[in-house]
C-alpha cells in the first residue's frame, strides 16, 4: 500500500513539473511572438508576465470551489492546458492579418491559459493533502514547480526557438502536457471515475495537436504569406530574430521580426549612402568597423576601397552571418563579402564588446536596426556613443544609420543631438529609398577638423551616391523636430519617441 501512495505522489509531482516547465514556455511563446509580431520587446514581454501571474492568481482563486472529483478535475484542466497553450501560437499566427483586434485575442489567450496553470497546483495540493504531510507536500511542490521554471527559461532560447521556432514549440510543449495526462488516465485509472472519457479526450487532443505539428511548416508558410504579401521563400528563427526572406518576381525582401531590413530592388541606395559619405570624407580608411549589418552589404561597399586593410563586423546573431556567408541568393547579394579575408565577423553583443576592444578604426560603420525597443535603444545612447569615441583614431569618422527624418523626426533628431554631447563634429543627411521612404544618416567626425564636403578617396561605378555630399544634407521643414532630448542609458527617450511615431503609421 505504502509503495502503491509513493507512486501516486511521485507521478503527481513528475506532473507538477511538467505543469510549470509548459506553464512557462506558453509565457515565452507568447511574450516572443508578439515581440515578432507587435515589436517594443520590453512592452509587451512586461504585460503578457503581469497578465499571465495575474490570471495565474485568478486560477488560483477559483480552485477553492471545486470540490467533488478534483483528480478528474486536475486531468480535464491538464488537457485544456495543453490545447489552449499549444494551439495559441497557431490561432495567433493565422489571426495576425485577418483581424483588427489582435492583441485583445492575444492577451485573451495568454489570461485563459494563466487561469488554467494557476488551478492546477492547488488542486493538485487539495488532491496530495490527506496522503502527504502538509511540510513535505508545500516544499516538494513549489520544488518541482521551480526546478519546471529553470527548465524551461533555459530550454526555450538556447533549443527550442533555434531548433523548432515558435509554433512547434508551443505545440510540442502542448502534447507533452497532454502526454502526461494520458499517462495519469492509464496508471490512476483506479482511482478516476470517468477514466475510459477521459483517455477518449486526451488521446484525441493529443492526435490532434500531432497533426497540426506535423503540417506546422504548411501553416507558418500560410500565415507568413498573408503577412508579408510576398512568396516566402526562406524563414529561420535564431535566438535573437525571426529572419524571413521573400520573393516577389526580381525582388527579394529580407524582414527580422516582421520588420524590413532590404529590398534587392533598391538597398544599394541605402547603403551607397550609408558606406561611401563616410569612407570619403575620412583622412584615412584602413581600418573599418562596421557595427550590426550582418547581412554582409554594408562590408561590400566597403571592400570597393583597396586602401582598406581590414573589416571587423561585429554583429550579435550567428544565424544572420551565417546565413549571409552560405545562401547562394544572399552571398550573390553581398558578393560574398563576409567570405573575404579583409574580413572578421565577431558574433557578439556590440555593447560589450565596444568596451572590451582595445583596437582603433579610422572609419565606423553603424547598421543596427531601428530602436524600436530598450535593448536596441542602449545602442543608440550617449554611453555609447562615449564607449565608440575610445575606439577611434583622431580623425576617425563615424557614420549611424538613424531612421527616417520623414516618418520620425523627433528619433532621428534625438540621435543626432546625443552624438552632438560626444563628437566634436556631428553633421546628418538623408536620402530616399523607395522600399523605406526618405531615410536619414547622422556622421561625426573625431576632430574638428573634419570637413563633411572633403572628398578623400573615390570608387568608380556607383550607382546612386556621388560623392556631393551638399545635395543630401538640406532639411525641409517637415523633416526638422526641435526641443527634444538627449538618449541617455537610463532614460531611453529615443525608443519612446521612435514608438509614438511609428505607432501612428
Known sequence: MASKFLKFEYLLLFAVFTIATCGLVYELVAGTLASYLLGDSVRHFSFIIGVY???????????????????????????????????????????????????????????????????????????????????????????????????????????????????RTSLLFGMINIGIAIVLCFMLKNELRKAGILKMKAIGSFLLLLVVFVFADSILAYSEGRLYGENVIYTHSTPYQRIVLTHNKNDYRLYLNNNLQFSSADEYRYHEALVHPAMSIAKKAEH??????????????????????????????????????????????????????????????????????????????????????????????????????????????????????????????CINKTMHQIFPKVGSYHAYVPSF???????????????????????????????????????????ISRNIEVNRLDNQILVRYFDEEWGKL
Open 288 to 413: 573599418v568597423l562596421v557595427l550590426g549589418g550582418g547581412d554582409g552589404l554594408a562590408v561590400r561597399e566597403i571592400l570597393k576601397y583597396n586602401e582598406v586593410k581590414n573589416i571587423t563586423l561585429v554583429d550579435l546573431d550567428e544565424g544572420m552571418t551565417n546565413l549571409f556567408k552560405t545562401n547562394v541568393i544572399l552571398t550573390g547579394f553581398n558578393k560574398n563579402s563576409l567570405n573575404q579575408p579583409r574580413v572578421t565577423v565577431l558574433n557578439k553583443d556590440a555593447y560589450v564588446w565596444a568596451k572590451e576592444s582595445k583596437a582603433l578604426f579610422d572609419v565606423v560603420i553603424i547598421d543596427f536596426p531601428d530602436p524600436s525597443n530598450y535593448s536596441l535603444g542602449k545602442l543608440y545612447s550617449l554611453n555609447f556613443y562615449a564607449t565608440i569615441k575610445h575606439l577611434l583614431s583622431p580623425d576617425a569618422v563615424v557614420v549611424v544609420q538613424t531612421t527616417s527624418p520623414y516618418f520620425a523626426p523627433k528619433s532621428f533628431w
Open 53 to 167: 501571474l495575474f490570471s495565474m492568481g485568478i486560477g488560483s482563486y477559483f480552485s477553492k470551489f471545486f470540490r467533488r472529483n478534483m483528480l478528474d478535475t486536475f486531468v480535464e484542466i491538464e488537457i485544456l492546458v495543453g490545447l489552449v497553450g499549444g494551439l495559441s501560437s497557431v490561432i495567433l499566427f493565422i489571426l495576425f492579418e485577418s483581424v483588427s483586434y489582435f492583441q485583445p485575442i492575444l492577451y485573451f489567450l495568454v489570461f485563459l491559459t494563466g487561469c488554467l496553470v494557476g488551478l492546477e497546483i492547488p488542486l493538485l495540493m487539495n488532491i496530495l493533502k490527506d496522503r502527504v504531510r502538509f511540510r513535505d507536500l508545500v516544499s516538494n511542490v513549489f520544488t518541482f514547480d521551480y526546478i519546471g521554471a529553470l527548465l524551461a527559461s533555459l530550454l526555450f532560447p538556447l533549443i527550442l526557438v533555434p531548433k523548432l521556432g515558435i509554433m
Open 437 to 479: 521612404g526618405e531615410w536619414g544618416y547622422t556622421i561625426a567626425g573625431n576632430s574638428t577638423a573634419a570637413d563633411f564636403g572633403a572628398v578623400h578617396r573615390k570608387v568608380p561605378g556607383l550607382r546612386f551616391y556621388d560623392y556631393d555630399f551638399n545635395r543630401f544634407n538640406y532639411f525641409s521643414k517637415d523633416m
